[in-house]
């Protein structure tokens, strides 16, 4: 009993404290997010889409290599096995719960701009994982390690700039990747609950039940990790696009209306209450990279775990993370909210949402709470990874077993931590991961065309 009331007290710490944290991230975040951050991001995806001479038009057969086993060539574990832990940690509570905070951001039309993120962010994607798998190394346990603070230490030589990443990937992880979800899950549980249930002992409940899980999966490290993520990443994304599919279905006639809204938004802003149309790109661009982690460095870090034959077929399999993750389960997240009226509704986040599926008759709220669930159980497991070889590439691997333990006693604080304050720490936190992974790609851009196009050039690739 003195432990749950430990707990309790720990979930509910000073409203001052909390006040004062969310105001600084909320002023920081402002910052970083400025329109020059998000020129650089869009900027980047647009000079990359062109220097890799429009690498998109490989995604049928991108699609079809990563469905191909690789047991011949070097690393640590399948294509799919990569994909799968970058999609656990990239599909996540930004699918459901981002997508709810761009349309009360910047009304629907911001649908359009995380789709047109999504779209051009494959060719990031692309050249983040084709510069990993190149300059990726083994550790001292002989698995393989990689990411952008190699490629910023072993192919910029910019080794500084490469702790930077390192640094500010750890502390990126405990809010996009930790916190954010832990939260989302914990909202969309309580909506599920009868109206004056005391709130903490829920949140409670929830930060430790997701913090063991998670805990139990992580002690068998990167192979584990990539093995439980082939398993539920195809169910849970599966389960979800059928309860989204049952929505649309349901109000088939909505659906022109609804896309055509979208569409006029996206270029007019007059949906959006007090904003504007800039406010509203603002919005559909930061909630796309935080849902597919174009640009970011993240999903590059699980790439460079993969077997492949050579770095282009890796970079291939791993630029359908983002077309599966925006192109189309953001987009159909967000044409749900539409269609349904939810986006009117004046709810926010899991909510607005929740507000959505609760068109399905009966099980709707259930289908979404399950869908969110796995969402964010997975999305703790592919980040917890992310971070763990950012700190292994500042310490090494003696800092790994207290990092997983603050790793889970994070997922409990994010439970318990007012929303505001975790989405404004998550955002900062990207944005400051971003920065140098974004100066890597666009210095090293002719190194990865080059690369690409005597690669793509070579059968094998394809096999």
Request: glycine share 12%.
């Amino acid at each position: 009993m003195n432990l749950f009331n430990a707990l309790l007290a720990a979930a509910s710490p000073p409203a001052t404290v909390l006040d004062r944290a969310n105001a600084f991230f909320e002023w920081t975040s402002g910052i970083l997010w400025g329109p020059w951050l998000l020129v650089l991001l869009v900027g980047t995806h647009v000079y990359l889409t062109v220097r890799l001479g429009v690498v998109q038009r490989w995604l049928g057969p991108a699609i079809r290599l990563t469905f191909r086993p690789e047991r011949s060539a070097e690393g640590d574990v399948s294509p799919f096995g990569a994909l799968a832990t970058a999609l656990a940690a990239t599909v996540g509570a930004g699918n459901i719960v981002g997508v709810a905070v761009a349309v009360t951001a910047g009304g629907p039309g911001a649908i359009f701009w995380m789709w047109i993120t999504g779209v051009l962010g494959i060719a990031t994607k692309y050249a983040e994982a084709l510069l990993a798998v190149q300059f990726r190394v083994r550790n001292e346990r002989g698995e393989m390690s990689g990411g952008p603070m190699y490629v910023l230490a072993n192919g910029l030589r910019l080794p500084w700039l490469g702790v930077l990443f390192a640094v500010f990937t750890v502390i990126a992880a405990f809010g996009i990747g930790n916190m954010f979800q832990a939260k989302a899950v914990t909202a969309s549980v309580l909506e599920l609950v009868p109206q004056g249930t005391p709130e903490t002992p829920i949140r409670v409940a929830c930060g430790l039940i997701m913090a063991t899980a998670t805990g139990l999966v992580l002690i068998g490290g990167i192979k584990w990790i990539a093995r439980f993520c082939e398993i539920l990443v195809p169910f849970m994304i599966g389960s979800y696009l059928v309860g989204c599919g049952i929505i649309l279905a349901l109000h088939w006639d909505q659906l022109p209306a609804a896309i055509a809204l979208i569409l006029s938004d996206a270029f007019s802003g007059e949906a959006l209450a007090g904003g504007g149309l800039g406010g509203m790109i603002a919005a559909g661009v930061k909630r796309g990279l935080f849902s597919n982690e174009s640009g970011l460095g993240s999903a590059p870090i699980a790439a460079a775990a993969a077997r492949s034959r050579n770095p282009a077929q890796q970079a291939l399999v791993s630029m359908t993370g983002t077309f599966w993750d925006t192109v189309v389960i953001c987009l159909i997240t967000g044409l749900v909210l539409v269609v349904t009226g939810a986006w009117k509704s004046g709810l926010e986040g899991a909510a607005m949402t929740a507000s959505a599926f609760g068109t399905i008759p009966y099980v709707g709220p259930t289908v979404l709470t399950f869908g969110l669930i796995s969402f964010v159980f997975s999305t703790l497991i592919g980040w917890s990874y992310y971070g763990e070889k950012s700190l292994e590439y500042l310490g090494g691997l003696r800092f790994v077993p207290v990092y997983r333990w603050l790793w889970v006693v994070a997922i409990f604080l994010g439970a318990t931590f007012p929303s505001s304050l975790v989405i404004n720490f998550s955002d900062s936190a990207n944005a400051l991961m971003a920065i140098p992974n974004l100066i890597s790609l666009i210095a090293l851009a002719g190194l990865a065309a080059r690369e690409s196009k005597d690669l793509l050039s070579r059968p094998e690739t394809f096999e």
